[in-house]
């Protein structure tokens, strides 16, 4: 078990340029969840996938963003036109998804993202 | 609609000293699950512990305690004898038992800070 794995850590870019992170969930788990962090909140749900089916999307996630989950393993956050306002801390978790939902979460150290 | 409150934004404290961190919730589902988990410097969240809303027993774990009150939509968290290795951001988390996507609704977050 090696934990959840968030690439890259850290993420300068300026306005208008197209960003992309990566998750590796824990192996074997099906549920993967993306999340954004500002400073000084809690956790905001964006998506989740189960297995390779993208679930659920929060009204947060505007048309500039997008995630995929191929064959149900790694993931891929994907922002287009970047804007200051998406500066934040993008973390990813994922869950066993074997039962009914409310498993506890296993989250990433995170993407931080600093949009100049 | 769901909502999580952590009506304390910092806490100082001395090392050895106890210290509880609130945290008040609203939902209209009858089943719900709670949550607390922790967020070190490193950024990571880790999982404290997961309540569900017919379980209204206290629930001690070495220096830790929880007190689950549906009287007072409250499920608040006690650390007895204070660490320096406590300091960190702790969030009391809810989710929806009506639905199967596991998603988190956060509290704002309460910082700890032990001094030694």
């Known amino acids: 078990d090696t934990g959840v794995s968030q690439d890259p850590r850290h993420k300068i870019t300026k306005r208008g340029q197209n960003v992309t992170f990566r998750c590796d969930p824990i192996s074997e788990h099906n549920r993967l969840y993306w999340y954004r962090q500002t400073l000084g909140q809690g956790p905001e749900f964006l998506t989740y996938f189960q297995n390779e089916a993208q679930l659920e999307k929060s009204r947060l996630l505007s048309d500039r963003f997008s995630a995929e989950r191929p064959k149900g393993s790694f993931s891929t956050l994907e922002i287009q036109r970047t804007e200051q306002g998406d500066s934040a801390m993008y973390l990813c978790a994922s869950s066993p998804g074997t039962g009914w939902g409310n498993e506890k979460l296993f989250f990433g150290s995170g993407t931080q993202l600093s949009v100049l | 609609a769901q909502k999580v409150t952590q009506a304390q934004t910092e806490i100082s404290v001395v090392e050895k000293e106890d210290v509880t961190l609130d945290c008040v919730y609203e939902t209209r589902d009858t089943t719900y699950y709670l949550f607390w988990y922790k967020q070190p410097p490193s950024g990571e969240l880790v999982f404290l512990i997961r309540?569900?809303?017919?379980?209204?027993q206290n629930e001690i774990s070495g220096r830790y305690s929880w007190n689950f009150q549906k009287s007072t939509s409250s499920f608040n968290f006690t650390i007895t004898a204070s660490q320096v290795v406590d300091s960190a951001v702790y969030f009391c988390?809810?989710?929806?038992?009506?639905?199967?996507?596991?998603?988190?609704?956060f509290g704002q977050g309460t910082t700890l800070q032990v001094k030694p």
């Open positions: 309540r569900n809303s017919f379980d209204e």
């Open positions: 988390a809810l989710s929806e038992g009506s639905s199967n996507t596991g998603k988190l609704i």
